[in-house]
Every structure is written in structure tokens, then in C-alpha cells.
């Protein structure tokens, strides 16, 4: 592990020039103690690596040094020939490219390691659709990586979520796939949103150059975005008692609900979990379909809801 982490480094310091410390550790999981130490095992076995302290300061190969080790390990391989997002692959026009690329990469190996990719290959299958999601258009996401690309000004038209049309000028920073639905990520009016591809009803790219926030990183802000969008949705927690069986399946069940907590098995072997539902109208209509596979605990209110609406059903069928 340590030899294959230490070519990471120098490949890292290679591509990116100065990294420091912090980010070493960052996009190799381990500790800053771990990156130094590192440092030091480089510097002993004549890897030249060389650190300037300060503002932009950080760890870097001395300027002539080139390392033309490029070798990946087994578990790298297989990733690498795991089944590709094909259709978010296909809306950016690349996957055909990609897949010459990895015909050209498996070409390369040794028979042992062609043999673990296909291995791989034929076992794990990446499905980015979704169940309960529909597809969606996605006809100006061309013009949009287009601009992104290029790092150009589009003015769109953009549909919202009331269906009203509104023109923005904004400067395209990046596209997110989530699921099957694209997003632009862009900079408009001195803030960053996000614009749902599928509602874009026209987009122009003009010749004027966007501008881009230095310190911008879309996975960052991405992660953040959503974490925000999931905190302001409205809450309403049930802690439910629910059977064995039903506990496997739940997940599945539940639509935008989300399980919180779940808790050991009991005597009878059923599990305590806490739900959080958007409405407490949502969590009656769920919790009352499972039946007798679940049981409400509190809140209390729940509970006579669910009695409630159970005897509204029995009563609906006697009248019929």
C-alpha cells in the first residue's frame, strides 16, 4: 500500500506542479504526519521533492525530474473497466471515445490483468437511471459543455419550476450529472445556481469570456449545494417499530422519505428506525401501506391518524 501511495505522490507532484501537504493528504485519504513521512522516504531514495513554506507555498519535484512510472495495480484496472455511465457518456458525445480508450488501454496489459478487468467487467454493473426516474431532454446540453469548454457567456431561456420563462445571462463554470438529469452549474448576478438542463428552452452562446471564481471547485460546491437543498426540505420525523421482513425492503419503499435512525433488534425481533417524511400527510399515506408490518410509536398524533384514515378506508368499502 505504502509503494503505491508514494507513486500516487509523485505522479500528483508531477501533473500538479506544488501541492501541499494538506491536499496530499486530502485526495490520498491519509493523514498530514502520513504525507511528511512519505516526504522524507522520497527524499532518502533520491527522489528529488522539495518543500517551500508560505502563502502558495508546498511540496514539488524539482523541475527536470520526470518519473515514467505509470503502472496500476490490480484494484485500479478493475475500476477502470467497470461499466460506464453510457447514456451521461452519450449526451456529452464521448462514448465512443471512451470506449476506444479502453480498448486501447485493455490491449496494453499483461493476460493476467486483462483477465481481473473482465473479471470485473462481468460482475458489477454501474446503473445511473434510477428506478421511479424518467428521462429527461437534454437538447441543449451540447451548447452548454460547448460553452463550458470554452469558457464562454450563454444567454438562456430558461423555464422554471411555476413554467415561467425568464432570460439569464450567466456564466457557465460547470455540468453535473445526477442520476440521469444534467445540471448546469453557472454564475449569474454575482451568485452561483444551479439550472436544470431538461428546462432550458434556448441557449445562445455569445463571444464575451465568463467569468470564473478562482478558488472554484464544483465537486465542493456541488456536495454543499445539496447538503443545503436536503437540510431546508421540511421535516417530520416518525419513529416507527417495523418487522424483519419489511425492514429490508423499506428503503425501497419510501419515495423522498429518508431513514435516520436504526435501532437493535428487540425480543420479537422486530426494529425501531426513525423516518423523516417532508409532511406528516406523507408519512400517514406510507406507514398506513405497510400494513401490519409497521408499528407507529410517536408520535402519538401519528398514530391516531393512522387509525383514523384505516377506519375511513373500512368505512368506504362497507358503503360500496
Given at each position: 500500500?505504502?509503494?503505491?501511495?508514494?507513486?500516487?505522490?509523485m505522479l500528483l507532484l508531477q501533473a500538479h506542479r506544488r501541492l501541499t501537504a494538506a491536499?496530499?493528504?486530502?485526495?490520498?485519504?491519509?493523514?498530514?504526519?502520513?504525507?511528511?513521512?512519505?516526504?522524507?522516504?522520497?527524499?532518502?531514495?533520491?527522489?528529488?521533492?522539495?518543500a517551500e513554506r508560505g502563502s502558495g507555498g508546498g511540496w514539488s519535484l524539482l523541475e527536470p525530474y520526470q518519473t515514467t512510472l505509470t503502472g496500476l495495480n490490480e484494484a485500479e484496472i478493475q475500476t477502470l473497466f467497470l461499466t460506464r455511465p453510457a447514456r451521461l457518456l452519450s449526451d456529452l458525445g464521448?462514448?465512443?471515445?471512451?470506449?476506444?480508450?479502453?480498448?486501447?488501454l485493455f490491449s496494453t496489459l499483461p493476460p493476467v490483468q486483462r483477465q481481473g478487468a473482465e473479471y470485473a467487467r462481468q460482475r458489477i454493473y454501474i446503473d445511473t437511471t434510477g428506478w421511479r426516474q424518467p428521462e429527461?431532454?437534454?437538447?441543449?446540453?451540447?451548447?452548454?459543455?460547448?460553452?463550458?469548454?470554452?469558457?464562454?457567456?450563454v444567454r438562456l431561456t430558461y423555464r422554471r419550476n411555476d413554467n415561467v420563462e425568464v432570460e439569464r445571462t450567466v456564466d457557465p463554470l460547470g455540468l453535473v450529472a445526477r442520476g440521469n438529469v444534467w445540471y448546469l452549474v453557472a454564475g449569474v448576478a454575482g451568485e452561483i445556481r444551479s439550472y436544470r438542463v431538461s428546462?432550458?428552452?434556448?441557449?445562445?452562446?455569445s463571444e464575451t469570456r465568463c467569468q470564473r471564481p478562482p478558488d472554484f471547485n464544483l465537486e465542493a460546491y456541488w456536495k454543499a449545494s445539496a447538503s443545503q437543498f436536503q437540510a431546508s426540505?421540511?421535516?417530520y420525523r416518525v419513529?416507527?417499530?417495523?418487522?424483519p421482513d419489511l425492514l429490508k425492503r423499506l428503503a425501497f419503499s419510501l419515495r423522498f422519505a429518508r431513514i435516520e435512525e436504526t435501532g437493535q433488534p428487540g425480543e420479537d425481533g422486530w426494529i425501531k428506525v426513525v423516518i423523516r417524511f417532508q409532511t406528516a400527510q406523507e408519512a400517514c399515506e406510507h406507514l398506513l401501506g405497510f400494513g401490519t408490518l409497521a408499528e407507529v410509536v410517536e408520535p402519538l398524533e401519528m398514530r391516531e391518524r393512522i387509525v383514523s384514515a384505516a377506519k375511513q378506508v373500512l368505512e368506504f368499502y362497507k358503503g360500496r
Open positions: 500500500m505504502r509503494a503505491d501511495r508514494l507513486l500516487s505522490i491536499e496530499l493528504a486530502r485526495r490520498l485519504e491519509v493523514s498530514e504526519r502520513t504525507i511528511h513521512r512519505d516526504m522524507e522516504a522520497l527524499g532518502s531514495s533520491g527522489i528529488p521533492v522539495t464521448l462514448n465512443q471515445a471512451a470506449e476506444a480508450a479502453l480498448i486501447k429527461e431532454s437534454a437538447t441543449w446540453l451540447p451548447t452548454l459543455q460547448e460553452a463550458v469548454w470554452e469558457e464562454r457567456q428546462r432550458v428552452v434556448e441557449a445562445a452562446p426540505l421540511p421535516a419513529t416507527v417499530r417495523v418487522a
